[in-house]
């Protein structure tokens, strides 16, 4: 069967319709907006609307990271004068007699007996707090070398210290002391 020959109506309408698509294209091509400067500015304003109401909050997004410090600050005045390190200590003589002291109530000696002890008494429960005691140069013996023991009575008194002096060769021996107590 031979091919068959469009007529030339066909011919004629498909190159009308070539045409009119293939100038369609050009004028669009021709009047495409790219920027809104090719608007006119009231017709723009007419397109824009009127604002609606806002909605709601979002989420908080993530902390930032953490500034550089500051520069130091001046310097603050100075402050008053502050409390003692300790209001609790004595310097007791060798034979049990207080020379000079702060929050002691009394002492007891065991002088002239054989063992030297002394219990001092504060003003104070001194059970658990820090005792710190030095042999001194109040009296007789004062230069020579000697040692110095300290313990709690106990609940005897939970307000006192004991205290035993030795000499050089760990011998009792009635000293001249200095005691603290830190609580």
Avoid: D
């Amino acid at each position: 069967m031979p091919p068959h020959r469009p007529s030339s109506a066909t011919v004629l309408s498909a190159l009308a319709l070539f045409f009119a698509l293939g100038g369609t294209a050009i004028a669009a091509r021709h009047y495409l907006i790219t920027s809104t400067s090719q608007i006119k500015p009231s017709v723009l304003k007419q397109l824009q609307g009127h604002a609606g109401t806002n909605g709601a909050t979002g989420v908080a997004g993530p902390q930032g990271p953490t500034g550089a410090p500051g520069p130091t600050g001046t310097a603050g005045s100075p402050g008053g004068q502050g409390p003692p390190a300790t209001a609790l200590w004595a310097n007791v003589t060798s034979t049990g007699t207080l020379a000079t002291s702060s929050g002691v109530t009394g002492i007891v000696s065991s002088y002239p007996l054989s063992t030297a002890s002394y219990e001092i008494t504060f003003n104070q429960n001194v059970s658990q707090c820090a005792h710190t005691a030095t042999l001194s140069t109040l009296a007789y013996g004062a230069n020579e070398p000697g040692q110095i023991a300290l313990a709690n009575p106990g609940n005897r008194n939970p307000n006192a210290v004991e205290v035993f002096t030795y000499n050089a060769s760990g011998a009792s021996q009635y000293r001249s002391f200095s005691i603290a107590v830190f609580c």
